[in-house]
């Protein structure tokens, strides 16, 4: 039969399983079905035992049947826009997407029940006597037709039954509608996992547990779709608790389904998180010398995946407290300015959410800065010919192994030789000495850290030799030598501490620091330095140190000879005090908010001290504070504080101020500035997008945050990251927006940055199906072609289908669609390869192609001639009911029989045989006839077989 007469067709028959049969209209005989069938107005499907098969409806819409089952689907005669579903006997389940333009009824004998489509459900429908049990397995959807009730709601089980059934169905006037015989409540409670629970696997196995269920039959079915459009189910009928499956990672849905009758009753849904814990393991630590006091610390994992992994520095065991830490791809770099023993530990972390487990930590070692060593003098001795033997050695950290010893005439060592001691720490000087020499020594570790000069010692001259000098000199002619004239090249001068203002105490040591190079370092009582100057010389030095024991206040400033001076600064040097500020601590509360904690030297708890802290080191215009110091003073400006306190007892000031300490509070941290490099599609499942901002001061770390609204209401991911450049690869299916913050070591977060909208990624479709499909004899101009289904992508307007016969597609034609179903007619065998691209029309996505598939294409092998069994040759019948019998066809879905009164067969008639005999009723008429058969299958055919001849009486 031509189907094009048939109208539109209103389904197709998929996922075939065992033996599948159908009739289309006008159809005498049930046919076997095949994958792709389609079904038309007033077909009829029924699913074997042991079978089962799936109706695609338009618009996402599927009905799955289940074994033992007769349906009928028909369009409504009253309505065009209303399917019609007559269910006979067996159960299916109804799937509805939530872009149906085309409504259900659910027929049993003359009831009909209105189905809605514009919502997202799942129901399972089974025949009943007289009626319907409807099961609600997720969703809702309204309901028209049952009088007591107009919706039906996910976890609800309903039994329906014709209002009229008792009645004859041709009794017009009344009219037939459902009413509900039975309802049945789920009495299942899921108690673990409990939602969004993140569930680890362990050596301990997790479980499913929950409450109720039937003792007739009780299902646990778990999915990775929250539509359970795929799921596993297990029979755990009686139990109450079973293993989860340690094969299940990530977001995981699952639900129990209790029997009743023979009518499911599903519970409602429960979701919860699966972690892999296999534990990550620290390959290596290392740690990397960068200048005094500071190392790099690298850890790595020993994992070739491209895997994200947090990791965490701590100077405790425990990790309470965090020293540093670091999200992102291995390995991690991290900045160490402490010593002692470090902590390091691991953990693996996924785009989900879920974590592993923290690996076990490693240990690391950081030594403090090397110590200065101390040089002392052992012995010298001068021999009778004045040869000078002196042993001088140093005491040094153990850390250092090299010795570099300087050796000058000068005290200042302005200018010196060097010579390397390896692994020794002392020295013995044998040599003919006319001047005195001073010596100092450095130590140098095996990373090249290189320790502050030790103290000089002094070795003095021979007197022999001296005196022989002394002697020939007035003896030999003043020689007058041309002077040398020597351009000094100097670098500028800048101060650098201690700061303008500052305070000291009397014996408390003071070091000057300076850049550039300098002649003196200038003291004076006066800013313009007129009078009352003293001078150091500082040549060939950077550092000058020095302490005080009186009180005074000075100004200072480092000068050479050949330029100008540096500007001046005033200090400070206090009497010492019997209360002491020992320390300030600084504690972040909020932004611009901070509190100053002093750590006064021997304060009790509860103590009560009189506080005073301002801007200026006279305190004009101070805040006084009477109380304990635990909760610290709250400070709400920046820039530099001084700070003093009393102790007091009753109220009343039992001591002098204490010294004057000082603490600088920073500006709030600046608001980055964001800037998107590139943006570009990375692979068919991910994008590489490359940011970089500027440097924010105060920032020890920038928060990189992606949401699906530009209001940040529920950020879907976060990274944080240590440089300014930084590469954000993400599979997000829709546009999104992103921002960046500065955050401080205390804690501190900045002001968002501009905020960007990136694209979302649209892959290539999921191929559901891709096959040869052979040209059907009975449809004119059908031939072989390839045939390819897949599901839709959603921001998805059109595909692009690419096929050609090479695997890297470059001989490829391009076809575009608008359907998820292409065919490609071949004709030539061999192997085809294709790939789907969707197309968005809209710049807010990048447009991923799939895998590329490949497809062998042969043409079938020719069905073979059917050898005749009976009638035979000239054989003669009384009966005219003739029984006909044929040797099997290999592939044949049908024969053909075809009787004819002429040998030539040009008027003959056609019989179509399911089966390899065929007894004609009501039987042939008398005389001669001829008969041939041959093999049928909807794309083949075989020749026919030799014809004969019989007779009929």
């Known amino acids: 039969m031509d189907e094009t007469a048939l109208g539109p067709p209103l389904?197709?028959?998929?996922?075939?399983?065992?033996?599948?049969?159908?009739?289309?209209?006008?159809?005498?005989?049930?046919?076997?079905?095949?994958?792709?069938?389609?079904?038309?107005?007033?077909?009829?499907?029924?699913?074997?035992?042991?079978?089962?098969?799936?109706?695609?409806?338009?618009?996402?819409?599927?009905?799955?049947?289940?074994?033992?089952?007769?349906?009928?689907l028909s369009l409504d005669p009253n309505d065009s826009k209303s399917l019609v579903l007559a269910l006979d006997d067996g159960s299916f389940n109804l799937r509805n997407g939530d872009d149906g333009q085309v409504s259900f009824i659910l027929k049993v004998d003359e009831a009909g029940l209105n189905i809605g489509t514009d919502k997202r459900f799942d129901l399972f429908v089974k025949k009943r006597e007289g009626g319907l049990g409807l099961a609600m397995a997720s969703g809702n959807l309204g309901i028209g037709g049952v009088s007591e009730k107009q919706d039906l709601k996910e976890g609800e089980t309903i039994v329906v039954k014709e209002r009229n059934s008792q009645f004859a169905v041709n009794q017009a006037s009344e009219k037939v509608e459902f009413y509900i015989e039975q309802t049945l409540d789920s009495s299942v409670k899921l108690i673990h996992p409990s939602n969004n629970q993140i569930v680890y696997q362990s050596k301990q196995p997790q479980l499913f547990q929950w409450s109720g269920g039937s003792n007739e039959r009780t299902l646990v079915q778990y999915s990775y779709m929250l539509d359970f459009a795929e799921y596993q189910e297990v029979d755990v009928t009686g139990a109450n608790l079973y293993t989860i499956p340690a094969a299940l990672r990530g977001e995981v849905f699952w639900r129990i389904v209790s029997y009743y009758k023979g009518l499911p009753q599903y519970s409602?849904?429960?979701?919860?998180?699966?972690?892999?814990?296999?534990?990550?393991?620290?390959?290596?630590?290392?740690?990397?010398?960068?200048?005094?006091?500071?190392?790099?610390?690298?850890?790595?994992?020993?994992?070739?995946?491209?895997?994200?992994?947090?990791?965490?520095v701590s100077q405790a065991a425990d990790f309470k407290e965090t020293y540093d830490a670091y999200l992102g791809k291995q390995p991690m770099q991290s900045m160490v300015d402490v010593s002692g023993d470090l902590f390091v530990r691991v953990r693996r972390v996924y785009d989900s959410g879920l974590v592993s487990a923290w690996s076990s930590p490693k240990t690391v070692q950081v030594r403090p800065p090397l110590s200065t060593p101390v040089l002392k003098l052992d012995s010298q001795e001068e021999s009778l010919?004045?040869?000078?033997?002196?042993?001088?050695?140093?005491?040094?950290?153990?850390?250092?192994?090299?010795?570099?010893?300087?050796s000058s005439k000068f005290a200042d060592f302005t200018s010196f030789q060097s010579q390397v001691v390896d692994g020794?720490?002392?020295?013995?000087?044998?040599?003919?000495?006319?001047?005195?020499?001073?010596?100092?020594?450095?130590?140098?570790?095996?990373?090249?850290?290189?320790?502050?000069?030790?103290?000089?010692?002094?070795?003095k001259g021979s007197k022999l030799i001296a005196q022989k000098l002394a002697a020939s000199a007035k003896e030999a002619p003043a020689i007058?030598?041309?002077?040398?004239?020597?351009?000094?090249?100097?670098?500028?001068?800048?101060?650098?501490?201690?700061?303008?203002?500052?305070i000291f105490y009397t014996e408390q040591k003071i070091v000057f620091t300076w850049e550039g190079t300098a002649d003196f370092l200038q003291m004076s009582s006066v800013s313009n330095f007129s009078q009352d100057v003293q001078s150091f010389n500082v040549k060939g030095k950077n550092t000058y140190e020095t302490t005080f024991k009186n009180p005074t206040k000075f100004f200072w400033r480092v000068v050479h000879k050949k330029q100008n001076t540096a500007p001046s600064r005033s200090l400070s040097v206090l009497p010492k005090s019997d209360i002491l500020i020992e320390s300030v601590d600084l504690k972040f509360v909020e932004r611009g908010?901070?509190?100053?904690?002093?750590?006064?030297?021997?304060?009790?708890?509860?103590?009560?001290?009189?506080?005073?802290?301002?801007?200026?080191?006279?305190?004009?215009?101070?805040?006084?504070?009477?109380?304990?110091?635990?909760?610290?003073?709250?400070?709400?400006?920046?820039?530099?504080?001084?700070?003093?306190?009393?102790?007091?007892?009753?109220?009343?000031?039992?001591?002098?101020?204490?010294?004057?300490?000082?603490?600088?509070?920073?500006?709030?941290?600046d608001t980055p500035v964001l800037g998107k490099d590139e943006e570009i599609l990375a692979s068919s499942t991910s994008i590489n997008l490359t940011l970089s901002w500027g440097e924010v001061k105060n920032a020890k770390e920038y928060i990189l945050e992606i949401d699906d609204t530009a209001v940040f209401g529920n950020v879907q991911k976060s990274f944080l990251v240590r440089d300014q450049k930084y590469t954000v690869q993400h599979g997000t299916l829709e546009p999104a927006y992103l921002r960046i913050m500065a955050k401080s070591a205390e804690g501190e977060i900045s002001p968002p940055s501009k905020i960007y909208k990136i694209k979302g990624l649209l892959p290539g479709p999921k191929?559901?199906?891709?096959?040869?499909?052979?040209?059907?004899?009975?449809?004119?101009?059908?031939?072989?072609?390839?045939?390819?289904?897949?599901?839709?992508?959603?921001?998805?307007?059109?595909?692009?289908?690419?096929?050609?016969?090479?695997?890297?597609?470059?001989?490829?034609?391009?076809?575009?669609?608008?359907?998820?179903?292409?065919?490609?007619?071949?004709?030539?065998?061999?192997?085809?390869?294709?790939?789907?691209?969707?197309?968005?029309?809209?710049?807010?996505?990048?447009?991923?192609?799939?895998?590329?598939?490949?497809?062998?294409?042969?043409?079938?092998?020719?069905?073979?001639?059917?050898?005749?069994?009976?009638?035979?040759?000239?054989?003669?019948?009384?009966d005219p009911q003739v029984r006909f019998s044929w040797g099997q066809v290999l592939g044949a879905a049908w024969y053909e029989l075809e009787l004819s009164r002429s040998a030539d067969f040009t008027?003959?008639?056609?019989?179509?045989?399911?089966?390899?005999?065929?007894?004609?009723?009501?039987?042939?008429d008398k005389g001669t006839w001829y008969y041939r058969v041959r093999g049928r299958s909807p794309t083949q055919q075989s020749p026919w077989s030799q014809s004969t001849h019989f007779k009929v009486k």
């Open 11 to 72: 389904a197709v028959l998929r996922e075939i399983k065992n033996q599948v049969r159908y009739k289309n209209p006008g159809d005498i005989f049930w046919q076997t079905g095949t994958d792709g069938q389609k079904l038309y107005n007033k077909s009829e499907v029924f699913v074997d035992e042991a079978s089962r098969a799936a109706l695609y409806f338009s618009g996402n819409r599927r009905a799955r049947l289940a074994a033992n089952t007769l349906l009928k």
């Open 268 to 312: 409602t849904a429960g979701f919860f998180k699966v972690a892999d814990i296999n534990e990550v393991a620290i390959d290596q630590v290392a740690l990397n010398f960068i200048s005094k006091g500071k190392w790099q610390l690298t850890a790595s994992v020993k994992e070739e995946q491209e895997n994200n992994y947090e990791f965490q």
């Open 385 to 406: 010919q004045g040869v000078v033997v002196a042993q001088i050695s140093w005491e040094a950290d153990p850390a250092a192994t090299v010795f570099i010893l300087h």
């Open 424 to 459: 020794k720490k002392d020295f013995i000087l044998n040599n003919n000495l006319s001047n005195q020499i001073y010596y100092r020594v450095l130590a140098q570790s095996p990373e090249g850290e290189m320790s502050l000069a030790s103290n000089s010692v002094v070795i």
């Open 480 to 502: 007058k030598a041309p002077k040398a004239i020597v351009e000094e090249k100097a670098s500028p001068i800048a101060n650098q501490a201690p700061a303008d203002k500052a």
């Open 593 to 669: 908010k901070w509190k100053i904690h002093p750590r006064i030297q021997g304060a009790k708890p509860g103590e009560v001290f009189r506080v005073q802290i301002g801007k200026s080191s006279d305190f004009a215009q101070a805040v006084e504070v009477l109380g304990n110091l635990s909760e610290g003073l709250a400070v709400d400006q920046q820039g530099t504080f001084f700070i003093r306190a009393k102790r007091t007892a009753e109220g009343k000031d039992i001591s002098k101020w204490s010294n004057v300490a000082t603490q600088f509070i920073r500006p709030p941290l």
């Open 767 to 878: 191929v559901d199906r891709y096959e040869i499909s052979y040209g059907k004899l009975d449809e004119k101009g059908d031939s072989d072609k390839v045939h390819i289904l897949w599901s839709h992508r959603k921001n998805a307007k059109k595909y692009i289908v690419e096929i050609g016969r090479r695997e890297d597609l470059k001989d490829a034609e391009k076809f575009e669609t608008v359907n998820i179903e292409f065919f490609k007619p071949v004709q030539v065998e061999g192997w085809y390869y294709f790939r789907l691209r969707p197309i968005s029309n809209s710049a807010e996505f990048f447009e991923a192609p799939s895998q590329v598939y490949g497809i062998e294409y042969r043409k079938e092998k020719g069905l073979s001639i059917a050898a005749l069994e009976q009638p035979g040759t000239g054989e003669s019948f009384t």
């Open 907 to 924: 008027k003959s008639t056609l019989h179509k045989v399911e089966a390899r005999d065929y007894t004609m009723r009501p039987g042939l």
